[in-house]
């Protein structure tokens, strides 16, 4: 990717401000449920910002007529966080028109086998943003190192409303590290094991009757729904386990959970701590 087509930052939390700060935007709109940090960027830079909810019974699967036409700036992650959906291209690219800037949040798609579905290497998208973090697969989130990849002009502009050194020297040595033939076979390794790891979760979770899992999943997470989300959660809690809650996710409610994908021994003493849980939820009234 030509140099003039790429700007580092201090991971995708400042792209998301640099976007809300420098971008022309008069109808902005965020594609629901995910990360909730662009539009909190949008909004923290006094736009008013439109939401596209996408529906459980659909599988949260992207509608691109769901999307109003007079929006000009679109922001969606790819694949999404916290449903793990994998949106093909072919779909994403169907937002693209003249006049609008997409933005696709593809911070955990090297955690896909082959980042297929990836619009990172495109240039024939019209008002294409992609942005991207170095620090997912890598667990290193204090470093603050991702990057935007969009045209010359876009980046000029981002550049532009960017603070002095924005990306420290750790950070850019973690950068250099990350992208060497060595590390990039790895992290292809590391997204194989975790789509083993994913199936090893998802078969254990499909013998809970009292939940439902969003299939197909294919980040390093899966979404589920179960009653008494919050009172499962807490008990998980107790036994050592941390499941992420999901109503603080537009579109989602109490009943939602998001559990990370961990190797097979961890993810075996979760299965058991989780039936724990659900043994221990004290019978309601008429129950």
């Known amino acids: 990717m030509p140099v003039e087509r790429v700007l580092l930052t201090a991971g995708a939390a400042e792209a998301f401000v640099l976007i ?3 971008l022309p935007a008069r109808r902005p709109v965020v594609v629901h449920p995910q990360f909730t940090e662009p539009e909190a960027a949008l909004r923290a830079a ?22 109003p036409e007079d929006a000009d700036l679109v922001v969606i992650g790819n694949p999404t966080n ?13 937002l693209a028109r003249p006049g609008r800037t997409l933005v696709v949040d593809e911070a955990f798609m090297d955690a ?37 990849l ?51 979760l998802l078969a254990g979770l499909a013998e809970f009757g009292e939940i439902r899992v969003v299939e197909p999943a294919q980040g390093p997470f899966v979404l589920l729904r179960v009653e008494r989300a919050a009172e499962i959660r807490e008990r ?9 809650r999901g109503d603080t996710f537009p579109g989602l409610g109490p009943q939602w959970l998001r559990l990370a994908v961990r190797d097979r021994v961890t993810t075996n003493r979760f299965l058991q701590a989780f039936d724990q849980a659900l043994q221990a939820l004290p019978r309601r009234p008429g129950g």
Do not use: N
């Open 20 to 22: 809300a700060r420098a």
């Open 236 to 244: 998980l809690r107790s036994l050592g386990f941390a499941a992420r």
């Open 112 to 148: 896909v086998p082959g980042e297929r579905e990836a619009l990172c290497g495109r240039t024939d998208v019209p008002g294409l943003v992609v942005l991207r973090s170095l620090t997912k697969t890598w667990g290193l989130a204090g470093l603050r190192i991702g990057y935007v």
């Open 150 to 200: 969009a045209d010359p002009a876009t980046i000029a502009v981002l550049q532009e409303a960017q603070p002095l050194w924005p990306v420290s020297s750790p950070a850019l040595a973690a950068a250099e590290a990350c992208m060497e033939p060595r590390a990039l076979a790895e992290a292809a390794g590391a997204a194989e094991r975790i789509a083993v790891d994913r199936a090893h």
């Open 46 to 67: 006094g736009h008013e910002v439109g939401r596209v909810l996408l529906r459980p019974a659909d599988g949260f699967q992207l509608d691109p007529a769901m999307v």
């Open 82 to 94: 916290p449903t793990s959906v994998l949106h093909p291209a072919g779909v994403v690219e169907k």
